[in-house]
């Protein structure tokens, strides 16, 4: 069974950066995507990136692209979320989930980290 860890979440001012990472353990990683999700409070878990390991398939939330880049280590069995001039509407509970395929659909996903908190206010 696959386990996930986040890490790299905090408090930044708005307009700032973070960096998220996500530590899988070994499995067959060129059969898998690797996503991110986010989740505000009262609000919808929601698509926020995919990568699968080769990093030829990756994909965003219209919204994000632009400011949010998802990158993949297979080395490292890591997967990074870079997040740039950050607002505070991103805050929220940022999970990674892992899937047999690629999708947006959180409901496609089985196996999820247990998330970290990215707060972004002055």
């Known amino acids: 069974q696959v386990q996930l860890v986040e890490s790299g979440g905090g408090l930044v001012q708005p307009g700032g950066s973070l960096r998220l990472s996500c530590a899988a353990s070994s499995f067959t990683l060129p059969h898998y995507a690797i996503a991110w999700f986010r989740q505000a409070p009262g609000k919808e878990r929601e698509f926020v990136a995919y990568i699968n390991w080769t990093g030829r398939n990756v994909a965003y939330a219209h919204s994000l692209e632009g400011r949010f880049t998802i990158s993949a280590d297979s080395a490292k069995n890591t997967v990074y979320l870079q997040m740039n001039t950050l607002k505070p509407e991103d805050t929220a509970v940022y999970y990674c989930?892992?899937?047999?395929?690629?999708?947006?659909?959180?409901?496609?996903?089985?196996?999820w980290g247990q998330g970290t908190q990215v707060t972004v206010s002055s």
């Open positions: 989930a892992a899937t047999a395929g690629y999708s947006r659909d959180v409901n496609q996903y089985r196996t």
